[in-house]
């Protein structure tokens, strides 16, 4: 079933083109997003006055990329809370409250009673799912199913990437009947999206590297991950990863926070990962990300970037470069995730440890 590859795991990381392609399969026509299955919800999507996304682990910074797409383009707050917060502290519901569920098994436990919680107290529900007909799914006002295919290796890939690309549909969709964003813009958007599984195709491609990355840094005892606006939640993701799979010890830091707190943490040799923004992002965000990579070089740590091919500014300051393509800014976790996955799934295998079955962990948590 593992078709060749050595794990699960590293078959799914190989599906991540056709996990995104797929999502997005049939759900374009004429440069504009369809989505049948939201079919006679205009109403309620244009009355709605706020998003709550619900959902756990991985599939919940799937949510936070989300909330930068659908609030840009939707102008309509987005909250994100993982489900078990959510449903024990009286959150303010009503029928103009959607709350959208994320969940790959569409099984999660604490995901599902947060839904009942939400439906009970009168919110509108979604559910991005990847499991035909699963139990969130059936219990939701309307679900949009993520096309990644079975995952069956514990820690989520390509469900993850699945699951931001219907995020992103989904917030074309509603910004649309939201009269929010020019159709030009739109379409403009959606071909960049388009254009996605090709370019994780390329990132596929500088595996080889990562494997040796990986190989000499095996015996690390602390990592970080920085990241910026889409970056965030990816640098989140990262740590995710290697906690789940190489039992490493790893925090994601939003880059801005550094200096109120984790600059703290570094001494010299310390490994920190930086996922630095493209240059050509409006909010300049890349010079003030560099300008962090400088600040913790200079107390001696060991600079892993991420960064867009062609972005100079980083060289003089990062000991790896890791090259990803360029693509529309919003869309850049789709490829930026890609190295970190393979990184966690290198480390844990140079370790010796099994990457579909991490010790203490189940693919689907059945109990609150
Ligand atoms: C955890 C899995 O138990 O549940 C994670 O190990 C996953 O990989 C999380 O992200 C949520 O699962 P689901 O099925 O609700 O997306």
Request: net charge negative.
């Amino acid at each position: 079933e593992k078709g060749g590859w050595s794990s699960f795991m590293a078959k799914e990381i190989s599906e991540e083109p056709e996990a995104v392609a797929n999502t997005i399969l049939g759900r374009v026509v004429d440069g504009q997003v369809v989505l049948p299955e939201l079919e006679g919800l205009d109403e309620m999507l244009a009355g709605i006055d706020r998003v709550i996304v619900i959902a756990c682990g991985t599939a919940s910074y799937s949510g936070l990329v989300g909330k930068y797409a659908i609030e840009k383009w939707a102008r309509v707050p987005v909250e994100v809370e993982l489900s078990h917060e959510f449903r024990y502290r009286e959150p303010v519901l009503n029928e103009r409250t959607l709350v959208v569920s994320i969940s790959q098994s569409g099984e999660t436990m604490d995901t599902l009673m947060a839904v009942k919680y939400a439906i009970a107290n009168g919110a509108r529900t979604l559910s991005i799912c990847n499991t035909q007909g699963a139990t969130i799914a059936r219990e939701s006002d309307a679900v949009v199913y993520t096309h990644a295919g079975p995952e069956v290796a514990v820690a989520s890939t390509k469900a993850f990437v699945a699951q931001i690309t219907a995020l992103y549909l989904f917030g074309l969709h509603l910004s649309r009947v939201r009269g929010t964003l020019d159709p030009e813009v739109a379409a403009h958007q959606l071909a960049e999206l388009q254009s996605i599984p090709a370019k994780i195709e390329q990132v596929l491609g500088n595996g080889a590297e990562i494997t040796q990355l990986a190989k000499w840094m095996s015996d690390s005892r602390a990592v970080l991950f920085l990241g910026r606006h889409v970056g965030y939640p990816i640098a989140l993701e990262g740590a995710l990863k290697l906690k789940e799979l190489a039992y490493i010890h790893a925090e994601g830091f939003a880059a801005g926070e550094l200096k109120h707190g984790p600059i703290a943490l570094i001494e010299p040799g310390q490994p920190v990962f930086v996922i630095v923004p493209s240059p050509r992002d409006p909010n300049s965000l890349h010079a003030k990300v560099v300008s962090n990579i400088q600040e913790i070089r200079a107390r001696g740590a060991r600079i892993l970037a991420i960064a867009e091919e062609g972005d100079v500014a980083v060289l003089p300051f990062a000991d790896e470069v890791i090259r990803i393509p360029l693509a529309a800014p919003l869309f850049e976790p789709l490829l930026t995730v890609i190295p970190l996955q393979l990184f966690a799934m290198e480390l844990a295998t140079a370790k010796g440890l099994d990457v579909d079955q991490p010790r203490n962990l189940a693919k689907s948590v059945t109990v609150e």
